[in-house]
């Protein structure tokens, strides 16, 4: 079995920053890539950042380029987000997902609230 867990959201002010952070447990043998994907209230879950295992290619939604990072520890379980001069339309449950033991076998946390609010 394989558990995503996720944790380090909450309520920011705008300008302000969090860093999202995403532990993977389990039986695990392989990640070949981990990210983060976010849905607002009445929207469809967008891809935010990825990060390859292999490679360390990242990929970025554009309205978070410049503004989110997206890094891996060295063991490789525990991806993060480090996001910056958030802004109100940040505001979502942000998910934390991972390719786990296979390219094909994809797995997702249960999900942290952030929320960007004067």
């Known amino acids: 079995q394989v558990r995503l867990v996720e944790s380090g959201g909450g309520l920011v002010q705008p300008g302000g920053s969090l860093r999202l952070s995403c532990a993977a447990s389990?039986?695990?043998?392989?990640?070949?890539?981990m990210g983060w994907y976010r849905q607002a209230p009445g929207k469809q879950r967008d891809m935010v950042a990825t990060?390859?295992?292999?490679?360390?290619?990242?990929n970025y939604a554009e309205p978070v380029k410049g503004r989110f990072t997206i890094s891996r520890d060295n063991a490789g379980n525990t991806v993060y987000l480090q996001m910056n001069s958030l802004k109100p339309e940040d505001t979502a449950v942000y998910y934390c997902?991972?390719?786990?033991?296979?390219?094909?076998?994809?797995?997702w946390g249960q999900g942290t609230q952030v929320t960007v609010s004067s």
């Open positions: 990060i390859a295992t292999g490679s360390g290619a990242t």
């Open positions: 997902n991972a390719n786990i033991n296979s390219r094909w076998n994809d797995y």
């Open positions: 389990g039986s695990i043998r392989s990640i070949y890539a």
